[in-house]
T-cell receptor, first 111, second 112 residues
Framework: KQEVTQIPAALSVPEGENLVLNCSFTDSAIYNLQWFRQDPGKGLTSLLLIQSSQREQTSGRLNASLDKSSGRSTLYIAASQPGDSATYLCAVTYNNNDMRFGAGTRLTVKP | ETGVTQSPTHLIKTRGQQVTLRCSSQSGHNTVSWYQQALGQGPQFIFQYYREEENGRGNFPPRFSGLQFPNYSSELNVNALELDDSALYLC???????????FGPGTRLLVL
């Protein structure tokens, strides 16, 4: 069964902290992995996409890593800001175009 | 450039009714995917359309059906609505040869 798990479910940190969000998936035959951000009641915004052959991607203060063999990915956020408060979703895509999402990590960054 | 738009934004239906949700893809995008997101959960893949043909389907019953038009806009139809169909329905479009999906704001459906 293709499942995606995200830990922790919720995280609250003071502004300026570096933090790591975790994602694990049971079926490692993925096509790619993406991290999304979702603000309350809104759609998703793609943050980073990692191909199955890649190990990491970086965009600004965000860095995502992928260890396909162990079925894990991490999203590292440097110098967190209150504007980073949102739910962060990890999603893996398989070759049949089926994109499987985790339930998300709800991040709160306190000023 | 206009992003992905969805209509309506909110909808209330009763059990057993039918509903049609609409999605306009981003300009030039020829692939549209639909997702169901229950409260507190991640989105679940319903199906994908590429150039007017279904191109992958998740674990949803046949009462969930779709359509893609020549301009690449799309509809999601749900028949015989059940209480558990209450959710945020998200549409995402992908450009030709691309992999990143661009999501719309969603339609929030409540089934009473």
């Amino acid at each position: 069964k293709q499942e995606v798990t995200q830990i922790p479910a919720a995280l609250s940190v003071p502004e300026g902290e570096n933090l790591v969000l975790n994602c694990s998936f049971t079926d490692s035959a993925i096509y790619n992995l993406q991290w999304f951000r979702q603000d309350p009641g809104k759609g998703l915004t793609s943050l980073l996409l990692i191909q199955s052959s890649q190990r990491e991607q970086t965009s600004g203060r965000l860095n995502a890593s992928l260890d396909k063999s162990s079925g894990r990915s991490t999203l590292y956020i440097a110098a967190s800001q209150p504007g980073d408060s949102a739910t962060y979703l990890c999603a893996v895509t398989y070759n049949n175009n089926d994109m499987r999402f985790g339930a998300g990590t709800r991040l709160t960054v306190k000023p | 450039e206009t992003g992905v738009t969805q209509s309506p934004t909110h909808l209330i239906k009763t059990r057993g009714q039918q509903v049609t949700l609409r999605c306009s893809s981003q300009s030039g995008h020829n692939t549209v995917s639909w997702y169901q997101q229950a409260l507190g959960q991640g989105p679940q893949f319903i199906f994908q359309y590429y150039r007017e043909e279904e191109n992958g389907r998740g674990n949803f019953p046949p009462r969930f059906s779709g359509l893609q038009f020549p301009n690449y806009s799309s509809e999601l139809n749900v028949n015989a609505l059940e209480l558990d169909d209450s959710a945020l329905y998200l549409c995402a479009s992908t450009p030709p040869g691309g992999e990143t999906q661009y999501f719309g704001p969603g339609t929030r459906l409540l089934v009473l």
